[in-house]
């Protein structure tokens, strides 16, 4: 539900600003949880550690089997507070200020949740409001200025400034404490010094507890604030007529002689077009923002968007003259872009892909030797004969490091193409004094290629949106105007790993039980704890497409202009794609733990050593059945009241439902 209260206010003649505030409150929103995460208790929560068997239940998966079960939940909730300023200057005297339009807005906002969309994983699944605080759209702070000048020759300069607050990210300590296969969890406030203790680690955001333990107090979520962005934009237009010239008179006004008049020139009828070409290159982009606090390089990239726009009137010789009565619009844009990838990623060390953990201490343990426990010991380092051939092969798609540590120890900066083209074009029709009417049309196409982590895990996607729209604006009094209006629109989706119709991987590599459609072939989803994911995509055709119906009045009374309406909207949503055609495979130490109680020690054993030896944690398969087909009707209705006090007060209240 959302809540605006807003004053306009004429200050002079050519000044007019306007404060808005407005409230909104989300109830029922979506995130996704693991409901058979393990009963745990984690250190995020205030109940005690779970050390088996000291706690009942502990490491017990609620349907007895160990597995993830993620599903939506309607348990989300948000509130925001935004202040808008909007500000009109118009000088409207003087050869030069009457060609000068300046306007300027800032936004004050406030915005907090516990969830960030569907796909959102609390850091806690059994606990989601401990995940409430600052939201990831909270932008504290935006500022707008711009203006457009006349200038001699139909030249037209608009310049304008755009400034915002930095975009809030969450720090976490890449931990799972809460067994639900989701790294998310945050780290402990703590004290810098001179000599930290080794779980303390100090960074240029402050300094943390990695391993916090009961009670202590956790760092709030998107507690960190990234870098301020700042935008000036120049840009010069010119705009082209074609046509004839009508002229008309028009009295000089008092103190002129009598009798004179003074021609006044109108361009009416006339086709207009224009163009553009819009160039941006990283020569003059800012240096990347150092997170790590070690500097990168540059990513060379361009954006060259080129147009044009044409409108007038409609006529069509020796069958139709719209003049004065139809007007077309129609514009064309294509794009063509190197957008910049800078991602960072944790990779194992040459040592650890070759089954040797000395570097990282960790002591491992033969999962075959003893199921019940104990486990004869590895040492550190895993025989070579005993890693699985699967997992050999595998290694091959990650890249050995290329920085420095073994947390964040691999970056990758290159270029992806992305082109786009768009055509917009609309129909003005004036059928008589009470009744317009307007047709839409526009059409989006994106075609683009995009890399996750790794070189060897890109997609190719292709993207196409339509939308029609048809409206009748009914002018049935002076006081009471309706509009009415029907849209359709459509989008499509087609997403391919780069690998589908190429090289059955998973056959070469031995992993059998998986899809076997040419569409589906590629590398399996493999999670871990410590490294990043292997995460080749998956294929996915998406149709989604909307009915809507809307309807507009106006009432004018008195001091008081009512508006109120609503829409009803009919939406399909239709997917096909495989789940997890591949196999979804989760290393966690597990395996390579030892025993307590017949159940893995908690912390102990290393995921890339289960890795190796190719014995998942967890594992999931799903497909066969690619088509899913979802349909839902959604109304909303709204009323506003814009009650002007004073000549220059008007005080505008609303309230809208959906």
Same mark, same amino acid.
């Given at each position: 539900m959302q809540t605006s209260l807003s004053l306009e206010r004429q200050l002079s003649k050519s000044v007019q600003v306007s404060l808005t505030y407005n409230n909104a409150r989300g109830e029922d929103t979506l995130l996704e949880a693991n409901v058979n995460a393990p009963v745990l208790s984690g250190t995020q929560t205030p109940t005690p550690a779970c050390v088996p068997p000291a706690v009942a239940n502990c490491g017990v998966y609620p349907n007895g089997i160990r597995e993830n079960i993620y599903q939506y939940e309607s348990a989300g909730i948000f509130r925001q507070n935004q202040f808008f300023a909007n500000v009109t200057i118009r000088p409207g005297s003087g050869r030069i200020m009457s060609k000068l339009t300046l306007n300027g807005f800032y936004v004050l906002n406030y915005a907090d949740s516990d969830t960030s969309g569907p796909t959102y994983m609390p850091s806690d699944p059994l606990n989601p409001s401990l995940d409430y605080g600052r939201a990831s759209f909270d932008y504290r702070n935006r500022v707008f200025m711009g203006g457009t000048i006349g200038l001699p020759k139909a030249f037209r300069l608009s310049p304008f400034l755009?400034?915002?607050?930095?975009?809030?990210?969450?720090?976490?300590?890449?931990?799972?404490?809460?067994?639900?296969?989701?790294?998310?969890?945050?780290?402990?406030?703590?004290?810098?010094?001179?000599?930290?203790?080794?779980?303390?680690?100090?960074?240029?955001?402050?300094?943390?507890?990695?391993?916090?333990?009961?009670?202590?107090?956790?760092?709030?979520?998107?507690?960190?604030?990234?870098?301020?962005?700042?935008?000036?934009?120049?840009?010069?237009?010119?705009?082209?007529?074609?046509?004839?010239?009508?002229?008309?008179?028009?009295?000089?006004g008092p103190g002129g002689p009598g009798g004179q008049s003074r021609r006044i020139r109108q361009a009416i009828n006339r086709v207009r077009f224009s163009f553009f070409d819009q160039f941006q290159d990283s020569a003059f982009d800012a240096r990347p923002y150092a997170l790590t606090g070690v500097p990168s390089p540059k990513i060379g990239h361009y954006d060259d968007k080129l147009g044009a726009n044409i409108g007038g009137p409609l006529k069509i010789p020796h069958i139709y003259n719209g003049s004065d009565r139809t007007f077309f619009f129609v514009n064309y844009t294509h794009e063509m872009n190197q957008s910049p990838v800078d991602a960072f990623s944790s990779v194992p060390t040459a040592a650890e892909r070759a089954g040797d953990f000395s570097g990282v201490g960790a002591q491992l343990y033969d999962p075959y030797s003893n199921i019940a426990g104990p486990r004869t010991s590895f040492g550190s380092i895993i025989p070579t004969a005993d890693i699985n051939p699967a997992a050999a092969g595998l290694l091959q798609y990650v890249p050995l490091p290329n920085l420095p540590g073994t947390v964040q120890n691999y970056q990758l900066q290159t270029t992806v193409p992305v082109t786009t083209d768009s055509v917009n074009a609309h129909v003005l029709h004036t059928i008589n004094s009470k009744f317009n009417l307007n047709v839409g049309y526009n059409f989006n196409?994106?075609?683009?290629?995009?890399?996750?982590?790794?070189?060897?895990?890109?997609?190719?996607?292709?993207?196409?949106?339509?939308?029609?729209?048809?409206?009748?604006?009914?002018?049935?009094?002076?006081?009471?105007?309706?509009?009415?209006?029907?849209?359709?629109?459509?989008?499509?989706?087609? @997403?391919?790993?780069?690998?589908?119709?190429?090289?059955?991987?998973?056959?070469? %590599? $031995? +992993?059998?039980?998986? &899809?076997?459609?040419?569409?589906?072939?590629?590398?399996?989803?493999?999670?871990?704890?410590?490294?990043?994911?292997?995460?080749?995509?998956?294929?996915?055709?998406?149709?989604?497409?909307?009915?809507?119906?809307?309807?507009?009045?106006?009432?004018?009374?008195?001091?008081?202009?009512?508006?109120?309406?609503?829409?009803?909207?009919?939406?399909?949503?239709?997917?096909?794609?495989?789940?997890?055609?591949?196999?979804?495979?989760?290393?966690?130490?597990?395996?390579?733990?030892?025993?307590?109680?017949? @159940?893995?020690?908690?912390?102990?054993?290393?995921?890339?050593?289960?890795?190796? %030896? $190719? +014995?998942?944690?967890? &594992?999931?398969?799903a497909f066969g059945n690619a088509d899913k087909y979802l349909r839902a009707v959604q109304p909303d209705l709204y009323f506003q009241d814009d009650w002007r006090i004073a000549s220059g007060l008007t005080l505008l209240l609303g309230l809208r439902w959906e």
């Open positions: 755009i400034a915002s607050s930095g975009v809030p990210f969450n720090i976490t300590s890449g931990d799972d404490l809460f067994g639900d296969a989701q790294f998310s969890s945050r780290p402990g406030v703590a004290t810098c010094s001179a000599t930290p203790a080794p779980n303390i680690v100090q960074t240029k955001f402050g300094c943390f507890n990695v391993a916090p333990g009961p009670g202590d107090a956790i760092l709030p979520i998107n507690d960190a604030t990234g870098p301020g962005r700042f935008v000036l934009n120049l840009r010069l237009s010119k705009t082209f007529g074609f046509g004839k010239v009508k002229e008309a008179t028009a009295p000089t196409s994106v075609r683009q290629h995009a890399i996750s982590s790794f070189l060897d895990f890109g997609s190719h996607s292709s993207t196409r949106n339509q939308n029609v729209t048809l409206g009748l604006v009914q002018n049935w009094s002076p006081r009471l105007v309706n509009s009415t209006s029907v849209n359709f629109s459509r989008s499509r989706i087609d @997403l391919l790993s780069d690998h589908s119709f190429g090289t059955d991987i998973a056959a070469e %590599l $031995g +992993i059998t039980g998986i &899809s076997t459609s040419p569409i589906d072939y590629g590398i399996p989803l493999i999670d871990f704890t410590n490294f990043s994911s292997l995460n080749d995509p998956v294929p996915t055709l998406t149709r989604n497409q909307t009915f809507r119906f809307i309807d507009n009045a106006t009432y004018t009374f008195m001091k008081h202009t009512l508006k109120f309406g609503g829409e009803a909207r009919r939406i399909q949503n239709n997917q096909r794609s495989d789940p997890d055609p591949r196999g979804l495979f989760t290393f966690s130490g597990a395996a390579t733990a030892p025993t307590v109680n017949g @159940l893995p020690a908690p912390g102990a054993g290393f995921d890339f050593a289960d890795f190796l %030896l $190719g +014995i998942p944690d967890a &594992s999931a398969i």
